[in-house]
């Protein structure tokens, strides 16, 4: 029998459902309860109770009959076990009396604006709530405007969550001084990221040198040449182990092509020491190296996890690397030259000692390696992204004929870009012109594939959604936690309904956008039999909506 606390669970839910969001969100057509009313279809909104430590349905008979809107209807389910927790002791628990673990382990789950929120609530929760990492608390952008506002910052009470710090070129409006920088030394900071010509010219190569080496991620990303002896500072830091850092990252672009970062002036030995600790390095474009460095860092004993290079090793030769490659779970490798013997190389000593979990080879090349080589080696990997990359047809069906024969440990594959307006110069379905099925049977026994941006071909489309129809082991279009726009398929209005309907509601999960900024778009009836499918029999658990206003997503569970 449902007792008090179901009766205010159910008034709880009322006072949602009639909301003004709701009800301003049920005014506009192109949202989903517009679109499902305009087709006859009801959506059901399912609402989990925990107050009992057995599995068991409630009669509907004994909850409450409360006044339920036509465009929705309530079912009540009791799903979770409660092995701790008796239930006399739930039903007389509050919020304001839950333990400190249970609050905590709560406020885990917010986001930082929600969290800002928390904190106002009273002391309790304020106190728990500092306690609490705010991953995604950034400073707000008008704090850069001057050097006021950036020391008011670290004077009010939240400073301290701060784990995560971008300065950018384009928003700060000041030049950091020693006085103004070293407040970052007051941080207990996860990430730094240097972004687009910041200027710290007045900023002790010392203190930049400390403040990066008390982070445990650093990050230099600019289109624009940088201060050569701050890096140099941070190395020497490094060496010394008076570091944090884990996790490197500098990728300079720069326009003039006699300017690059030249690093070759440091000392092998010191960035050998300087590196020796990192679980994550990452080095692209105009970064210059020696081939004694070279060697001296990767002849080392690295502790690495985590490989993306795309610079030119020069006479020092690819083969610097064989000794870090089986020990790396992380690795992409694009070729600096269009020749592809680097590759192939990286490739033949994986074939022999490959520990990866994810491979990227975006806008690598492979062409003219032997197809069984590139397919045994990508079929090693769970993750593995083939964009934009220079490949043959044959070398593309060595790799799916593995994956169709249980031969494979993949389960998500990006396969994106390929159109006439990219470097590649060639659509997917020219690509795969005459191996559709193949195609449309290795994807659908992946966990998710990611074919954004490419120009499909009607039969390559038509058997990719065929295939999933019949049965797939994909969750979602896209790889997580992106989600490919169902209506930008091209040839997607091609695509017999019914089958639409019967492959969509074999996945977990399916991004739609009712607004349709580009592509086919879905007809009428594959709408209608999508969503009449959802009724009878389906495997999905959310509807992801773009927003109206293209704010962000709305994600119905089903």
């Known amino acids: 029998m449902c007792d008090d606390e179901d009766v205010q669970w159910s008034e709880y839910v009322m006072k949602v459902m009639e909301s003004e969001a709701v009800k301003e969100m049920e005014m506009g057509e192109c949202c989903l309860p517009g679109l499902l009313e305009r087709f006859g279809i009801e959506l059901h909104r399912f609402v989990t109770l925990s107050f009992s430590d057995k599995n068991q349905n409630i009669p509907k008979s004994r909850c409450p009959e409360l006044p339920v809107s036509s465009k929705f209807k309530v079912s009540w ?3 979770k076990k409660l092995d701790s927790v008796g239930t006399q002791d739930l039903l007389s628990t509050n919020i304001a009396n839950l333990p400190s673990e249970i609050l905590r382990s709560v406020f885990k789950f917010l986001s930082p604006e929600d969290l800002q929120n928390v904190v106002l609530v009273c002391r309790l929760w304020k106190h728990e709530a500092e306690l609490v990492p705010w991953p995604g608390f950034e400073i707000p952008t008008d704090c850069f405007a001057s050097k006021a506002k950036w020391a008011a910052v670290f004077a009010g009470s939240l400073f301290s969550r701060l784990q995560v710090v971008v300065l950018h070129g384009d928003y700060c409006k000041f030049k950091f001084n020693n006085r103004n920088f070293e407040n970052l030394l007051m941080l207990n900071l996860s990430t730094l990221t240097l972004r687009n010509d910041i200027d710290l010219s007045r900023v002790s190569d010392k203190l930049f040198a400390k403040v990066v080496n008390n982070c445990k991620e650093f990050a230099l990303v600019s289109d624009f040449p940088f201060e050569q002896n701050k890096l140099e500072a941070v190395f020497c830091q490094m060496a010394s182990s008076k570091t944090k850092l884990k996790s490197l990252l500098i990728n300079v672009k720069v326009d003039d092509d006699e300017s690059v970062l030249d690093l070759s002036k440091i000392s092998p030995i010191i960035l050998s020491k300087a590196l020796i600790n990192l679980e994550s390095l990452v080095l692209i474009r105009d970064i210059k190296l020696s081939e004694a460095q070279l060697k001296a860092i990767f002849g080392s004993k690295l502790k690495l996890k985590k490989l993306d290079l795309v610079i030119d090793f020069g006479s ?4 610097v690397l064989d000794s870090v490659l089986g020990n790396l779970t992380e690795l992409r490798f694009s070729n600096y030259f269009d020749d592809t013997e680097d590759t192939r190389h990286v490739l033949e ?18 062409t003219g390696i032997p197809a069984e080589l590139v397919a045994r080696v990508v079929n090693k990997v769970e993750t593995v992204d083939l964009s934009m990359i220079g490949i043959e047809a044959h070398q593309f069906g060595a790799i799916f004929k593995k994956i169709i024969e249980g031969k494979s440990t993949m389960k998500h594959l990006r396969l994106s870009n390929f159109n006439v307006r990219t470097a590649n110069k060639k659509g997917l379905g020219d690509r795969l012109k005459d191996l559709e099925e193949v195609f449309a049977k290795a994807v659908n026994k992946l966990e998710s594939v990611d074919l954004e941006f490419n120009d499909l071909s009607e039969d390559l489309t038509k058997a990719l959604f065929k295939v999933m129809s019949e049965g797939t082991n994909l969750k979602m279009l896209g790889t997580f936690p992106e989600h490919n726009d169902l209506e930008k398929y091209d040839h997607i209005r091609k695509v017999d309904p019914e089958i639409l309907g019967r492959a969509v509601n074999n996945l977990e999960k399916v991004k739609i956008d009712m607004q349709l900024v580009c592509g086919d778009g879905l007809t009428d009836s594959q709408k209608v039999a999508i969503f009449k499918q959802l009724n009878l029999e389906t495997k999905l658990k959310a509807v992801i ?7 962000g997503f709305d994600i119905f569970n089903v």
């Open 545 to 551: 909506v773009e927003k109206e206003d293209g704010s």
């Open 77 to 79: 389910v009791k799903t």
């Open 316 to 319: 020092a030769g690819v083969e």
């Open 349 to 366: 000593i994986l074939d022999k000692t490959c520990n990866l979990k994810k491979l990227d080879l975006f806008h690598g090349n492979v």
